[in-house]
């Protein structure tokens, strides 16, 4: 039967193979118990997403039992803190930090598992990536976009943050390939937080609007703190309305722009669930687990004015 031999209901083969399920979920089971794991999480990022990635860590660990679990976050720079934790009994690191060789360079030293969140560095020893896929978010919006606006004539503002995040060029990558190919003549206007800092992006937002009175939609594709916020205030103060705004992550900023209506979609995933397959990652890496390690996008919720759950960080 396990061989496809003929002449085997197809309910008992499910039955074999629900129990066959069963017996390596239970040796997984013991296999967990008797093991405790030091798993560093290093986030550079403005604060309020570090908090987020802690508090998704600590809701993650009731999924990751029997297995104890001892997270160490650093909300530090990963090239002067990555050869500490190489130092230490650390068994694997969860790491967002930006694209660039110096950081490669500092993972490819570790003899630990790395797995990257929400930002990935493909070119780095990482084991795996989770997260969304950014570039499909980035098209979601664009698609999203062109919903709202329809057949009607305007330009898009972009708001993004500075720095080699890979996630971030993704979801613009994305956004702009989707937007040319559904409306070429749609011209777009990238304001940049140099800073993170949301008076500097309201005055940017306003510089922009001054000069180009045909913007009527906004993508916000990164997640400084009080930059959406600042958006709408800039095209409150320059007297102007917008048709859509889609944004991403919902955090509590965007929740209480959501509820009243100033953002028209956020773009959310479970960052719960994506700290939960980093741990089982990481497991896996150190031969507890078993099965291949996979990065699977996570999925993309879009979240309106009428859906919108409690504030998830």
Same mark, same amino acid.
């Given at each position: 039967?396990? +061989?496809?031999?003929g ?6 083969? *499910? ?10 979920r239970?040796?997984?089971q013991v296999?967990?118990g008797? +093991?405790?794991f030091m798993?560093d ?5 403005p604060?309020?997403?570090?908090? @987020?990635v =802690?508090?998704?860590a600590?809701a993650?660990l009731?999924?990751l039992?029997?297995a104890?679990?001892?997270f160490? %976050?650093?909300?530090?720079d990963?090239v002067?803190t990555l050869? *500490?934790i190489?130092?230490?009994r650390s #068994?694997g ?15 490819? =030293?570790?003899n ?10 493909p ?7 989770v997260?969304?896929?950014n570039a499909?978010?980035g098209?979601t @919006? ?10 009607r004539?305007? &330009?898009?503002?972009v ?12 979801r613009?990558?994305? %956004?702009?390939?989707e937007?040319?190919?559904r409306?070429?003549? *749609?011209r ?6 140099e800073?993170? *800092? ?8 306003r510089a922009v609007?001054?000069?180009?009175p045909?913007v009527?939609?906004?993508y916000?594709l ?7 916020? /600042?958006?709408? &205030?800039?095209f409150a /103060?320059? #007297?102007?309305k917008?048709?859509? %705004?889609?944004?991403?992550d919902? &955090?509590?900023?965007?929740?209480a722009?959501?509820?009243?209506h100033?953002?028209s979609a956020?773009?959310? #995933?479970?960052?719960r669930?994506?700290?939960r397959?980093?741990?089982l ?13 996979r990065s699977?996008?996570? @999925?993309i ?5 009428f859906?919108?759950?409690?504030v998830? %960080?």
């Open positions: 039967m396990l +061989h496809q031999r002449g085997v209901r197809d309910s008992t083969a *499910r039955e074999v193979h629900e129990a066959i399920a069963d017996l390596d239970q040796q997984s296999r967990l008797g +093991h405790t798993i999480v290093v986030v550079q990022a604060p309020r997403f570090a908090v @987020a =802690k508090a998704a600590e993650a009731p999924d039992r029997p104890v679990i001892r160490r %976050f650093h909300a530090a990963p002067s050869p *500490r190489g130092r230490s #068994h690191l969860i790491l967002k930090a930006p694209d660039r060789p110096e950081v490669a360079d500092a993972v490819g =030293k570790l630990i598992p790395v797995v990257t969140l929400v930002t990935d560095l070119s780095s020893k990482r084991v795996a990536y997260g969304i896929d499909d978010a098209a @919006a664009a698609y999203l976009v062109e919903q709202w606006l329809a057949d004539a305007g &330009d898009v503002l708001v993004r943050g500075d720095g080699a995040y890979r996630g971030e060029d993704e613009e990558a994305g %956004f702009r390939a937007m040319s190919a409306n070429p003549y *749609r777009l206007h990238v304001v940049v937080d800073e993170d *800092r949301a008076d500097a992006v309201h005055a940017r937002v609007l001054a000069d180009n045909s009527r939609a906004v916000s990164y997640a400084g703190a009080g930059g959406n916020a /600042a958006v709408v &205030d800039a /103060a320059e #007297h102007r917008y048709d859509v %705004f889609v944004a991403h919902l &955090d509590a900023e965007n929740t722009l959501l509820r009243t100033a953002l956020v773009l959310h #995933h479970d960052l669930a994506d700290l397959r980093a741990g990652a990481i497991m896996q890496a150190q031969g507890v687990l078993a099965g291949p390690i699977n996008p996570a @999925a919720q879009v979240i309106t004015p859906n919108t759950p409690p998830e %960080f």
